[in-house]
């Protein structure tokens, strides 16, 4: 029996079919294929991510140890400066008990003088104050006297630079003292309102 | 993830490039695994499926079967459409024979036009051919079938035609 073309060709190919079987088979190979494309990719998004991961762990242990490299290097840097300049006890400035009495002396300072709340400046033990450095930046040295051990103390206050004291502990900045020992001495140092303070005295 | 219809679908077209019920289901696996492969979560899966079991099939039957190598002169655009393979009519137990006489590009020609109904136009797009190479390959086509396949009257008629052109 004659036909079109068309009808021929889409009869005869419509006739084609999968075996139950052979269909079986290829929904169970996209099944199983999609199956493990959902419970692998969150592992292939770890192991993808994992590199950068690793270069930011890496990166962030050497810069926070660098960090506190540099915070060690530089407060024991003002600890030793501030040590050597206990030692030397060069002659005061002016001599008064109060800080109101010391401080119209110090007018070219860049800062105000602060009486500090970790530590009590009282009648009793101030002996005086001259002009110093710290680091380069001018500072005020306050000398008192511990008449109980008879040790004498040194209070050093300078303007807190951040540019000059970059990588001071964080700690010490919201004014929580960083302790360093050197020469036999203890040296407390912190900032508060914008001032570091250095508080040295023998053991 | 292809249906059961789909996959039917997407063997009868195999099947229209191999002419073979076992080459065809191979031809099947073989792209999906390509497909799977792939990751691409495509807008149209099936087209991009049948891209994927054409160069499949290139790679695994063209390769090794003899090109049909057309003369230059037929590769110009002539007037004629898919529409013309709607006048040839056919035995319709011949139809298997046709298919295995035809090359795998005619046949995939064929598919396109019977099955899928695709025009002129989009059997080009499918094939990334010009227009005008898929126009000259129907025309030959419809020449070789009347050529091989039909009774003495059609064959006078399409001598009549030639010599008109």
Not at chain 1, 1 to 19: G, R, T
Not at chain 1, 166 to 191: C, N, R, S
Not at chain 2, 13 to 29: H, I, M, P, R
Not at chain 2, 135 to 160: C, E, G, T, V, W
Request: charged residues 25%.
């Amino acid at each position: 029996m004659k036909q079109s073309l068309k009808h021929s060709v889409q009869q005869h190919l419509n006739k084609k079919s999968l075996s139950s079987q052979q269909l079986k088979q290829l929904l169970l190979r996209q099944e199983k294929k999609y199956r493990l494309r959902k419970s692998y990719l969150p592992w292939f998004k770890i192991v993808s991510v994992a590199p950068f991961l690793m270069v930011s762990v890496v990166l962030s242990v050497y810069f926070s140890n660098s960090v506190f490299f540099s915070t060690q290097t530089l407060g024991q840097r003002i600890a030793e400066e501030v040590a050597n300049n206990h030692l030397k006890l060069k002659p005061l400035e002016v001599n008064s008990n109060t800080l109101e009495g010391i401080i119209p002396y110090f007018d070219q300072l860049d800062f105000s003088p602060l009486s500090p709340s970790f530590f009590t400046l009282s009648k009793q033990n101030l002996l005086g104050a001259r002009y110093c450095s710290i680091q380069g930046v001018t500072a005020l040295q306050l000398r008192m006297m511990d008449y109980k051990t008879d040790k004498i103390q040194t209070l050093y206050e300078t303007e807190y630079d951040k540019k000059v004291f970059m990588g001071f502990p964080k700690t010490a900045e919201e004014g929580k003292p960083l302790t360093i020992y050197v020469k036999g001495m203890k040296v407390d140092m912190w900032v508060e309102k914008g001032i570091l303070f250095a508080l040295i005295e023998s053991l | 993830m292809f249906d059961q219809a789909e996959l039917n679908r997407l063997y009868r077209f195999c099947y229209s490039l191999v002419v073979n019920e076992t080459a065809a289901y191979d031809l099947l696996q073989n792209s999906l695994e390509k497909f799977l492969k792939s990751d691409k979560n495509k807008e149209n899966n099936l087209g991009f499926m049948y891209q994927v079991i054409r160069h499949q099939f290139i790679d695994d039957y063209r390769k090794q079967s003899k090109q049909h190598t057309i003369p230059f002169e037929e590769q110009d655009y002539i007037d004629f459409d898919v529409k013309t393979l709607e006048s040839i009519s056919i035995n319709e137990d011949l139809t298997q024979q046709i298919l295995e006489y035809l090359d795998p590009l005619e046949r995939e020609i064929l598919f396109y036009w019977a099955v899928e109904g695709y025009t002129t136009q989009q059997i080009a797009e499918m094939l990334a051919m010009p227009k005008g190479t898929v126009l000259s390959k129907i025309y030959r086509m419809r020449q070789r079938i009347k050529q091989q396949f039909n009774d003495p009257q059609d064959q006078a008629s399409l001598h009549n035609e030639a010599h008109k052109k």
